[in-house]
């Protein structure tokens, strides 16, 4: 009774487990506007191809992924930002920002001012 079988998240075969709370909490992100995540394509998390549909991205730091709402929506691969799905350009030209944003070293991005 403390953790419920069945299927919460589509697209992914075979029984899935979670605690009872997880239902109402997978449910909320529905309704919620997706996110947008970005990650690299050698994070582990790089499925695609592999578990999740589409063409296998290399796992090379260069390269990235972004998830909108678990989906994979869009990849950088060498430089280039490339669209799984039809989309506005003021759309792509968000999704490119996230892409190339968070693909920055750590010593490139801006810092905050150090209070004197």
Same mark, same amino acid.
């Given at each position: %009774?403390?953790?419920? %079988?069945?299927? /919460?998240?589509? $697209? /992914?075969?075979?029984?899935? /487990? +979670?605690?009872?709370?997880?239902?109402?909490?997978?449910? +909320?992100?529905?309704?919620?506007?997706?996110?947008?995540?970005?990650?690299?394509? +050698?994070?582990?998390?790089?499925?695609?191809?592999?578990?999740?549909? $589409?063409?296998?991205?290399?796992?090379?730091?260069?390269?990235?992924?972004? /998830?909108?709402?678990?989906?994979?929506?869009?990849?950088?691969?060498? $430089?280039?930002?490339?669209? #799984?799905?039809?989309?506005?350009?003021?759309?792509?030209?968000?999704?490119?920002?996230? #892409?190339?944003?968070?693909?920055?070293? +750590?010593?490139?991005?801006?810092?905050?001012?150090?209070?004197?």
């Amino acid at each position: %009774g403390e953790i419920r %079988g069945g299927r /919460f998240v589509s $697209g /992914f075969s075979g029984e899935q /487990f +979670a605690l009872p709370e997880a239902v109402g909490l997978l449910r +909320a992100k529905e309704e919620a506007e997706p996110a947008l995540v970005s990650i690299s394509a +050698a994070d582990p998390l790089n499925l695609l191809g592999i578990l999740l549909p $589409g063409e296998k991205l290399p796992a090379l730091p260069g390269n990235r992924l972004l /998830f909108r709402g678990g989906q994979v929506v869009a990849v950088q691969l060498s $430089g280039e930002v490339r669209y #799984l799905e039809s989309v506005p350009a003021q759309t792509e030209w968000e999704w490119r920002n996230v #892409l190339v944003r968070q693909a920055k070293h +750590a010593a490139f991005q801006e810092q905050p001012a150090r209070p004197q």
